[in-house]
């Protein structure tokens, strides 16, 4: 298994460390925003883990479940219990993957004994990044600066099946020249719920609508949340409205790496 350092400096630190955490990426991180990741290694890596990403990871198998594709998300979850076994904790830096992976993995291995003991352990030993650190590791603050007003989004997932709620904004709190302002009904899905806005685009457009007002109303000029698929979803209807609000994903404030630009802006964009 390969330590993952994301910046110099903390090899002698990685190697030292006694909790070893592998991070599950996530398709979106993977395809969409990588940062995310390297944000992450870099929170876990000054909490004092050592990490590792393993190459045969996957998808979670959450959009086959979602729409009812039992054969191949058995397939895929078993894929990723194999990958992820031997390490003391999976971190995933999206609340949906990792309540994936923790709620839903035991179900699928139901009427296979030796599978659902190896989907419990793993579930057992799998967290949400934030809450991860604050839960786990009793992180209550970071040494990173943003400045100027953010607000939050809570996912779905990671609100209601991960129970993430205060951990967000207790480490948000601490970020120097950060100011957070709450945004009304937070807790109200943003649209996205993965296949739901292929399925059902109308109802998901009126949702975004509704929650890209609820954002701007905040006078914010950031978003931040833990989900990228609500981060990219969000962050598209925001520049279809022409709106100055720009999306992040938490770990790159808490990370102290959010100068490049914002989810959906270009790679030359400030």
């Known amino acids: 298994m390969t330590t993952v350092s994301s910046h110099e400096g903390t090899v002698e630190a990685a190697e030292a460390a006694t909790v070893h955490v592998a991070l599950f990426v996530t398709c979106l991180v993977d395809l969409w925003r990588p940062s995310v990741g390297f944000a992450a290694v870099k929170l876990l890596e000054d909490a004092g883990c050592r990490v590792s ?10 959009p086959a479940y979602n729409s009812g594709d039992r054969k191949n998300a058995v397939a895929i979850a078993g894929n990723v219990i194999a990958a992820f076994e031997g390490f003391d904790y999976v971190v995933a830096p999206s609340g949906s993957c990792a309540g994936m992976i923790k709620c839903h993995y035991p179900g699928l291995f139901a009427d296979d004994p030796d599978m659902l003991v190896r989907a419990e352990e793993l579930a057992a030993r799998t967290w949400e990044l934030i809450s991860f650190l604050t839960d786990v590791m009793k992180l209550d603050k970071v040494a990173a600066r943003f400045e100027g007003a953010v ?5 779905c997932s990671g609100l209601r099946e991960m129970g993430i709620k205060q951990q967000p904004r ?6 120097a020249g950060l100011e957070l302002k709450e945004l009304p009904d937070a807790e109200i899905c943003c649209g996205f719920g993965g296949t739901f806005c ?6 998901s457009n009126a949702m975004v609508e509704d929650k ?5 109303a905040t006078g914010a000029g950031t978003v931040l949340a833990g989900d990228l698929g609500c981060l990219l979803n969000i962050a598209g209807k925001l520049q279809r409205n022409d709106s100055p609000a720009r999306v992040r994903h938490i770990a790159e404030v808490l990370a102290g790496m959010a100068g490049g630009p914002a989810i959906g802006e270009p790679s030359g964009g400030g």
């Open 53 to 62: 990403v393993p190459a045969a990871q996957t998808c979670c198998a959450q």
């Open 151 to 155: 607000t939050y989004h809570d996912g």
């Open 170 to 175: 207790k480490l948000l709190r601490s970020v």
């Open 198 to 203: 292929v399925k059902y685009p109308g109802i």
């Open 212 to 216: 890209v007002s609820d954002i701007e």
